[in-house]
Each structure stands twice: as structure tokens, then as C-alpha cells.
């Protein structure tokens, strides 16, 4: 039985290097074969990630920090908070505009980590990218790769491939969906009744904790199958739609000083003032206060 070749520097994009990145640490020399994975501050860059045979994540470990995706000549503009997660399935391609400075961890994963051996074939032509979205999971797996190259846990391949194998899972337990073959299949996408039906619903009940079940519900659907056709329909989680729909809304309030800040929160779904500050900073790049005074 022949040992599976060690994933090097050679087989990733060379995006880092390409673009001067102040890399911390990497699995160069450690001889893994399921990953490759590195910790560095990156830089702004405009550049190209081609196509590969092997799939990419990405983890912000700072942030907020704005990026401009190209994907299948649509331009996408992103402003994701520390803990966002980018994935690009193996055989897609994206260009990268970064406009700020940011602290990372990539991790490249070999295609045979998406293998399902009921199936003749692997599962990665049934995944997506994701720009920027977060994923408790995968945050916490992706901190324990970097942490295998920064010192404080083992770095050697029989402790990393069974945390690769979990990232793999988690990307298709969260972002698969099976390709149609052919007529009769369920749709790929919500219908506009259903997306009016979400919104609706999102929008009689912000000041309420909004539940996935629920907004599943209203469509027929599983919890995760709806996930998946949400962002499709979309570009963005049912979380993050919820959360454009309560920044919006508190605009509106905002807009009227016989709402306190604390009032616009909790009228809004946020748990408290602080919560809105700092969510809305987030989206706005002001607080609350200072919107109201410039409006």
C-alpha cells in the first residue's frame, strides 16, 4: 500500500507568497497529507484563486474587515466579522479583492476528504462557496489546525486528519446539496411566494426570537435543506437576512427621536443597546447614536 503524497506549498495557490504575507507558521516540513494549512497576517491584495483539484477555507481570526468576491463573473461585497469562514470547493475558481489587513487561517483539504463510500463518485461538485458566513464548528476546528502550527498542540498527521475529516463533514453537513439529474426533482431554490412568505414573517416578528425551524416551516422544508435554498435564492444565511431586515428596521426607528436607543433595540430583536451598537457599527460603520445625528 503506497503512502499518500505529503500536501506542500506546491499544491495551494501561493496567494500568501504571491502577495507578501506575514506568515506565523505553516504545515510545510510537518508532512501532512490530508491538509495544508497556514497562520499569517495577509495583507490588501487584488488577486485570482484558480482553479484546484483540492478545496480552500479560509478562517478570519480578526476583523471586521470588507472583501469583494468574484464568482462566476458576479461581484459580491462582503463585510465579515472575526470568524468568518470562506470556502472554495476544489475545481471553482474566485477573485479576491482584500481591502484591509487581516489576520488568517487557511487550510487546504484534499479532495478525498469529501468522498462519501456509498457513492461512485465525490461530493464536492454538490458544494458551494461560502463568502464569509459563520459557523461555530468550523471556527473551533479551523483554531485547532492553527494551533497545531503555532506550538501549542501536537502538529504531527495522525492528530491533524481526523480534524480535517471533521471540517470535510461540516461543509457537507451545512453546504451540500445533491445536484438535479433530470425532471421531477425538488426545486434548487425557494419560489418568490415562499421568499415573500419569509419575509413576511421576518418582518412581523423581529422583536421576537426568530426561529430556523419556523422560517423552515413556513416553506415545507428540513432545517438544513431550507438553509440550502435560502442562499441560494439569496447570496447570504437566513442569519444574516434577518439580521439586513433589524438593522433596516432600526434605521426607520432611529429616524424618530421619540425612541430611545434602548427601545429601538429591543423593538428590533437585539437583547440590549449594546447589542444594536454593535451590530449596527458592523453593518453601517456608525453607531446608532451617530446615524441619528446625521439624519
Not at 476528504?113 to 461512485?120: C, K, N, Y
Amino acid at each position: 500500500m503506497h503512502a499518500k503524497p505529503v500536501f506542500g506549498i506546491e499544491d495551494t495557490h501561493r496567494i500568501l507568497h504571491r502577495f507578501d504575507a506575514d506568515i506565523r507558521g505553516s504545515s510545510e516540513g510537518l508532512g501532512w497529507s490530508s491538509a495544508f494549512a497556514s497562520v499569517q497576517r495577509e495583507r490588501p491584495y487584488d488577486g485570482k484563486l484558480h482553479a484546484l483539484s483540492d478545496s480552500l477555507m479560509v478562517l478570519h481570526r480578526g476583523g471586521p474587515v470588507d472583501i469583494t468576491y468574484t464568482v462566476e463573473g458576479r461581484s459580491i461585497v462582503r463585510h465579515i466579522p472575526r470568524g468568518g469562514v470562506f470556502f472554495l470547493p476544489a475545481g471553482q475558481e474566485c477573485d479576491v479583492l482584500l481591502h484591509d489587513a487581516l489576520e488568517s487561517t487557511h487550510i487546504y483539504l484534499r479532495s478525498d476528504l469529501f468522498a462519501d463510500p456509498e457513492l461512485p463518485r465525490s461530493l464536492i461538485g454538490g458544494l458551494a462557496p461560502m463568502l464569509g458566513e459563520k459557523d461555530a464548528v468550523l471556527e473551533h476546528l479551523a483554531a485547532a489546525v492553527g494551533d497545531t502550527i503555532t506550538g501549542n498542540l501536537p502538529g504531527s498527521s495522525l492528530f491533524v486528519d481526523p480534524i480535517a475529516r471533521a471540517i470535510a463533514n461540516r461543509f457537507i453537513a451545512i453546504n451540500y446539496h445533491q445536484r438535479p439529474a433530470g425532471t421531477g426533482k425538488s426545486p434548487q431554490t425557494l419560489s418568490a411566494r415562499q421568499m415573500q412568505r419569509v419575509r413576511d414573517y421576518v418582518e412581523a416578528n423581529l422583536s421576537d426570537d426568530i426561529r430556523l425551524d419556523a422560517l423552515a416551516g413556513l416553506c415545507g422544508r428540513s432545517t438544513e435543506y431550507f438553509v440550502r435554498l435560502f442562499k441560494a435564492a439569496t447570496g447570504v444565511s437566513p442569519y444574516q437576512y434577518v439580521l439586513n431586515l433589524r438593522i433596516e428596521r432600526a434605521k426607520a426607528l432611529l429616524a424618530d427621536e421619540r425612541h430611545s436607543i434602548a427601545d429601538v433595540a429591543l423593538q428590533c430583536g437585539f437583547s440590549h443597546q449594546e447589542h444594536l451598537t454593535r451590530m449596527f457599527r458592523r453593518f453601517t460603520g456608525v453607531t446608532p447614536g451617530r446615524y441619528r445625528r446625521s439624519h
